[in-house]
Nanobody, 124 residues
Framework: DVQLQASGGGLVQTGGSLRLSCAASGFTFDDYAIGWFRQAPGKEREGVSCISNSHGSTYYADSVKGRFTISSDKAKNTVYLEMKNLKPEDTAVYFC?????????????????WGQGTLVTVSS
């Protein structure tokens, strides 16, 4: 069975940091792009960042550029999202997804597999 297990969320103050993890199993990790999305209450889902395991390309939404860093550990089949200088507007449920083509995650917000979310709350 395919699984995408997101973890690492929590409560942090403005300016703080968190590292989210997305542990993948059940598919060929190296052939897929892994993306992070977030959804805040009453708002639409937003693509945050993405990394291609096949060619290493990365993508960041303008709202997180310079503050978030995505990385992939192929030995552990895990993608990380390092979040620094967090702001209250970063508060959302964050979840990861996998697609064979990176452009689907980046441009169409679609994926082959979706994981459950982890809640990030940034207090002001």
């Amino acid at each position: 069975d395919v699984q995408l297990q997101a973890s690492g969320g929590g409560l942090v103050q403005t300016g703080g940091s968190l590292r989210l993890s997305c542990a993948a199993s059940g598919f060929t990790f190296d052939d897929y792009a892994i993306g992070w999305f977030r959804q805040a209450p009453g708002k639409e889902r937003e693509g945050v960042s993405c990394i291609s395991n096949s060619h290493g390309s990365t993508y960041y939404a303008d709202s997180v550029k310079g503050r978030f860093t995505i990385s992939s550990d192929k030995a552990k089949n895990t993608v990380y999202l390092e979040m620094k200088n967090l702001k209250p507007e970063d508060t959302a449920v964050y979840f990861c997804a996998a697609a064979e083509q990176m452009h689907r995650i980046v441009h169409v917000a679609s994926a082959d597999y979706w994981g459950q979310g982890t809640l990030v709350t940034v207090s002001s």
